[in-house]
Every structure is written in C-alpha cells, then in structure tokens.
C-alpha cells in the first residue's frame, strides 16, 4: 500500500530512507528526494518530518542542510511549518498517479500577495477623507486669486507658516517660515540638495546608516555622491567613525528599520562633528509623529538649525499619495535651494499645500494622528501577542516607535523564509534588502513587518499567514 511505509512509522517520519544522489550537491540532492517522496506518496499528507538534528544524523549532512531543504519545500507549498507540531507534508500534497506527473523542471507557479506587510505604508483605507475633504473645501474658498497664477518655488506661505508652529510644538524643530521649502517628499528633497553629477547644493562623499532604503542610496548614487556607511549598534548610528565626509544623513527619532533612537551623546557628538568640520547633517524625520512606550524624541535640529537640515512629509501620517513635504534649512543653504527648484520646476500643488495648511490650523492633523497612533498602537501589540503564541522563538525589535517591526531570525533562515512568505502570498522585506553593499558591519537575518500597511480587516488573516512562513524554533 502506498501510506504502509509512513505508517509503519506512526506518521512521524524516523526513518525516511531517502537516497541523496544527482548533481548540485546535498541541499539539492535532499530536496529531491523530499519532493519525490511525496509525489510518489511514500510521504503522505500530514506525516511529520524528523527535526533537523535527527535526520541531519541519519544522513550525515549539516543541520543547515536539512534546514535549508526543509524551508525550501515549504516555500513551494509541499511541506508546512508550524511552531509546536513541527514540519509536516501538506494537506494539500496528494501523491500523483502516474499518468499526472510532472517534469521535475517544471517549478509551481507562486500566487500573487494576498497579505501586504511591506514597511513604509499607513493604512490607505484610513485617510480621512471627510475632514481632508472639508479641509480642502475651506482652503479653496479661502484662497486668493493670486494662489492660482505662478507660485513661489519656497510653497505657500500659508503652508510654511502652519508648519512653523506645528514643527515647534509637535518635533521641537525651530525655525521660522522663510526658511522651510516645500518639497513633494524626502526623495524629492535628496534630488533638490544633491542634483545630478555632483552638481547640486551639498556634495559627497555622505555618510549614511549602514542600514536604510537601497531607494534612497541608488538616488545619490545617480547624482554621483559616494556613500560612506556608518555602523550601527543598539544606541543607533556610530556617529564616533565619522571623519572627512561633507554631510551625513541619519533617522536619529527611529532608526530605520532596525529601531531606536540615537543616544542623547550620539546626539550632541554629531552636532560637534558638524561644527568641526563645517559639514551638515541631513535628518530624516519619516515618522516623529508615532511614539508608542516612551515620550517622542525631539528633532535633532532643535540642537543646531544652523548644522541640521530637517526633511519631512505627511506620507507616514497621511498619504504617501499626497505629494507634500519640506525641509527645514539652515539660512545659507536656502537660496541655493530654491535656485535648484528652478522658476518652473515641479512643484507640490498649490491646493493641496492649501489643504493641509487648514487640516493643520484647524487641528485634524493632530486629530487625525492620535487616532492613528492608537490604531497602529493596538496593531503593534497584536504582532508582539501573535509572534508569543506562534513564535515565541522570534525576538521582535523596534517596536517603541513607527510603522513596523524588525523579527530576528536564526542565522541562515532569512532567505528561506522570505521565500516562503512570497510563495504563501504574504508581502513583506528581508533585512538584508536594507543593508548597505559596503558596509563591515556584521549580517544579521530579519524581516521587516509593515504592520501598518493591511487595511483593518484583513489585519487579523495576515497576522495568521506571517506566523504560517516563519522558520520553527
């Protein structure tokens, strides 16, 4: 009978004589075996496979080895994984007659994400529509005339004023509106300050985080500017290896995306560096406003605004679909700005600069994030309860803060399990996509969790298949 040789073993899998043979060495030697076995339904639905130790034992391979197999064939969907029943062949997995098989060249076809746990977005099915809506509703019939003729590359004054008091009171930024630009979001402010083939308003080389957006890093790297990666540690940038570089850009209110702030001496020390070298930091405020177990850390520009360019948008908070944003610039640097702006560049609408001035003024803004930072709050705590009950093994950092969470995976697990996130339908990023190519800093395997990004109700499914696709302890 077909299901006599799993039974004979109770259906746990202690001895699958497998023969590893073929080309492509003993990870794929194993996977063959592994997936012939089932197909064939020697290993029938539900059987529990050995751990990794035992049959690494019995075959005389690296524990890595099996592991590696094992995650392999859970991405592709003929084996599943799950924290306290171990690896087991899928439900799904019927053995094939012989007439239905298959090439083994013919790889199964992945389903495209159900679930979207990709960083970097808030939940689009929580804009606010009715108040942005008024909001806007106000601010045109408010408007001059002027407002719809040719603009003032710096933005609306009416905007730069709004953002004056709410960045004083809400990020300890000081500044006045004659020197905030209005920009259309952070990338457009790398374009603006560093321009093309060096010929923007600050030059490299740039010291960047060791770990940040690879989007960001192929901008400057299309305007000719050398990167020059900064270690990082539990209290954030390793701002003591900065030397020679021009500038330097940091996340310092929360680290993206390993987490954290950057430790009050960091703070000061970078400021000194600036001064020393009269270079200039570039703070990346992505998400101040989303503090969730300490009290928010205050912009690093409120120490110097004289060595600190502040750059912020309303993408994390709002809408990455409303394409408004600014820098808070020293007073030398904002002539050369708005020179690179041009007479006729671009610019971020006017009604909608207009738009979040009221939503500013008449408080939404501020009602709209408290709203936000108690929904993101309550999501946060659901992944940390989740990954408790399913994987306690998994360690889940960066959370006091933002809109995701960094899971540290055991070593060697992180592609794998990318892989089967992907072929399970869930979106979401492997740490290492982060990880700047030059940097000496050691690998560590993660994944980063947007759990911002699912609207509401699916929040709860897409918690169940991220717990499905991580690595067993």
């Known amino acids: 009978m077909v299901d006599s040789w799993v039974n004979s073993a109770e259906r746990i899998g202690a001895d699958l004589h497998l023969e590893l ?32 130790r035992s049959l690494a034992a019995d075959l005389g391979v690296a524990r890595n080895t099996v592991a590696d197999a094992y995650a392999e064939l859970v991405a ?22 012989h007439a239905e098989r298959v090439p083994e060249k013919t790889p199964p076809r992945a389903r495209g994400p159900r679930h979207d746990l990709r960083q970097g977005t ?35 004054r009416e905007l730069r004023e709004a953002l004056t008091d709410y960045l004083a009171r809400a990020r300890g930024v000081r500044t006045e509106p004659d020197r ?19 010929g923007g308003v600050l030059r490299g080389p740039l010291a960047v985080e060791a770990y940040g957006l690879d989007f960001h890093r192929g ?38 995306p390993t987490g954290g702030p950057l430790h009050p001496e960091r703070r000061a020390a970078v400021i000194d560096w600036a ?13 101040g406003e989303f503090r969730y177990d300490r009290r928010p850390v205050g912009a690093l520009q409120g120490l110097d605004p004289e060595r600190v360019i502040h750059i912020g948008s309303v993408s994390k908070s709002l809408s990455p679909a409303l394409r408004l944003g600014w820098m808070v610039l020293p007073e030398r640097y904002v002539g050369p ?72 995976l055991p070593p060697g697990t ?15 990023d492997g740490l290492a996509a982060f990880r700047h190519p030059q940097t000496r800093m050691p690998a560590a395997d993660g994944l980063v969790v947007g759990y911002a990004t699912p609207p509401e109700h699916a929040y709860g499914a897409a918690l169940e298949a991220l717990c499905g696709v991580l690595p067993p302890g």
């Open 180 to 198: 905030i630009v209005i920009c259309s979001g952070f990338a457009h402010a790398l374009r603006l300050l560093f321009g093309q083939g060096g």
């Open 414 to 428: 992180e592609r794998s399990a990318v892989k089967a996130a992907a072929w399970q339908g869930v979106a979401l």
């Open 337 to 408: 700005v708005l020179a690179a702006k041009g007479e006729r560049e671009a610019w971020a609408s006017v009604p909608d600069q207009l738009a979040l001035a009221d939503f500013v003024l008449s408080g939404s803004y501020d009602r709209h994030v408290r709203r936000m930072r108690q929904s993101y709050r309550r999501r946060r705590d659901r992944l940390v309860a989740a990954l408790a009950a399913h994987a306690p093994h998994i360690e889940v950092t960066g959370i006091a803060a933002g809109l995701h969470a960094v899971l540290r």
């Open 76 to 97: 592709e969907g003929w084996l599943t994984a799950r924290q306290g029943s171990g690896t087991r062949v899928a439900e799904r997995a019927e053995p094939l007659r």
């Open 21 to 52: 043979s073929g080309p492509g060495g003993r990870r794929a030697a194993l996977i063959q075996a592994l997936r012939e076995a089932v197909r064939s339904g020697r290993l029938a639905p539900g059987t529990r496979l050995p751990p990794y």
């Open 122 to 156: 808030p939940d689009a099915s929580a804009f606010p529509r009715a108040a942005w809506s008024a909001a806007y509703r106000r601010a045109l019939q408010a408007a001059p005339s002027e407002a719809f003729g040719p603009g003032d590359p710096a933005g609306r």
């Open 275 to 287: 001064r020393a070298r009269g270079a200039v930091v570039l703070e990346d405020d992505y998400d």
């Open 219 to 256: 901008l400057l790297a299309a305007a000719g500017v050398r990167t020059v990666p900064l270690a990082l540690d539990e209290h954030g940038a390793r701002v003591a290896e900065l030397g020679r570089e021009r500038a330097t850009l940091l996340t310092p209110a929360h680290q993206f």
